[in-house]
């Protein structure tokens, strides 16, 4: 599932082949053509061809393509979501549900096996108000030790179901969590209240270490992440936890072995030395 530094992947390398495009046409899957949702009483497809891409941007998990005459297109790519780009005449990709052709003679395509992703045309007051309901985001200056203590503090859910929360960090996801909780020797379920200031800071610099490194490495692939070119990122071979509890694999640190738990819903790696759970 994207999550922060695949959304970040797609958009750096998106901005240059979209950003001042002119969109010219639309078409939608008639089988699935709840892909592309408007505000009420506006037909999306029919709103953009005319409409310049303005900038681009990221919030969160979030992709925000500004365009022409106030207009945002919210693109959520949600579990199996991918947006490429295209030559105008190459054959349809698989799970293809949306094209938006360019003045380039390039499309703007958006695929997804699961149909949980979607492309929404939205007003700027829809774009404030998703800015409002996203917390933090980890990469800017805002987000430090001082102001992941208040958002933690008093709260007896676990640290890990926390920060996959996205009304308080914008942006983490499973893979990222737990990877940032091993860095910081958090113990998944620690309640989040209980942290002292040492393991915040600890925690704050663990979250952007991951996410800037993987944003180095193009994203994480597992199974259906691809940039906007079809390529896989770089980031799984770094990966230190993730995914590994519960299968005999040593911790990368101190040799003991990684187990797997359920926290929050989500099946989470630790290591049990590396990361006690404090009484
Ligand atoms: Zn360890």
Excluded at 241 to 251: L, S
Aim: charged share 20%; aromatic share 6%; glycine share 10%.
């Amino acid at each position: 599932m994207p999550e922060l530094p695949e959304v970040e992947t797609v958009k750096r390398l998106l901005e240059p082949l979209i950003a001042g495009r002119i969109i010219e046409s639309v078409s939608v899957n008639p089988d699935f053509p709840s892909v592309l949702a408007g505000p009420d009483g506006v037909d999306a497809a029919t709103t953009l061809p005319g409409l310049t891409i303005t900038g681009i941007s990221r919030r969160g998990k979030y992709m925000l393509l500004a365009l022409s005459g106030g207009w945002y297109l919210i693109v959520h790519l949600r579990m199996t979501g991918r947006l490429l780009v295209m030559e105008h005449d190459s054959p349809p990709v698989r799970f293809q549900h949306a094209v938006i052709t360019l003045d380039s003679g390039m499309d703007l395509r958006f695929a997804d096996q699961r149909k949980f992703g979607r492309v929404q045309l939205a007003t700027v007051d829809e774009v404030k108000s998703l800015n409002a309901r996203l917390g933090v985001e980890p990469l800017t200056l805002g987000f430090s030790p001082y102001r992941l203590e208040q958002l933690l503090s008093s709260r007896s859910a676990p640290v890990k179901a926390l920060l996959l929360n996205q009304h308080i960090v914008a942006g983490l996801g499973n893979i990222y969590a737990d990877e940032a909780l091993y860095r910081a020797g958090i113990h998944p379920q620690t309640p989040g209240g209980e942290l002292n200031l040492i393991q915040i800071t600890a925690l704050v610099e663990a979250i952007k270490h991951v996410l800037k490194l993987a944003i180095r490495n193009q994203g994480t692939t597992f199974s259906s992440f691809e940039n906007p070119y079809g390529e896989a990122g770089g980031n799984a071979s770094f990966l230190r936890v993730y995914g590994k509890g519960g299968k005999g694999a040593p911790c990368p640190r101190c040799g003991a072995e990684l187990e797997r738990i359920i926290v929050g819903g989500r099946g989470t790696s630790f290591c049990p030395l590396c990361q006690p759970r404090e009484v």
